[in-house]
């Protein structure tokens, strides 16, 4: 996992927190070391606390994604757990996904 996630846990925490996920995950070349800091994206992998499709659903994870990217400032690409659905993908995800912070009884990071 590339440092620049590691510098911005505090943020992370605090936004996991703001916008209820249950477990959010870092993929792809940030996660298996290929990232280009100067043209890489970052991708998360995010599970909500509450999953039902709703008005407001849609607005934590737009707002999630929107303040992901001003956190790091370069895009974020946010897959919901529930939307990998192509199995090829599904794995890369699985191959290379990372945790950085998980909703327990307290909350923890990376």
């Known amino acids: 996992m590339i440092e620049l996630i590691y510098q911005r846990r505090g ?3 605090e936004l996991c927190c703001r916008f209820r996920v249950e477990r959010l995950s870092v993929f792809g070349s940030a996660a298996n070391g290929n990232f280009a800091s100067g043209s890489s994206d ?3 992998l995010v599970s909500f606390a509450e999953r039902q499709p709703t008005r407001e659903y849609a607005d934590r994870y737009l ?3 929107a ?3 001003t956190v790091f400032h370069r895009p974020v690409d946010l897959v919901t757990e529930q939307a990998v ?3 090829y993908f599904r794995r890369e995800v699985e191959i290379t996904r990372q945790v950085v912070y998980e909703r327990t009884g307290q909350s923890s990071a990376v």
Do not use: C, H, I
């Open 42 to 44: 970052l991708d998360f």
């Open 85 to 87: 659905r192509n199995p």
């Open 67 to 69: 303040a992901l990217e």
């Open 11 to 13: 943020d992370l925490v």
């Open 63 to 65: 707002d999630l994604a």
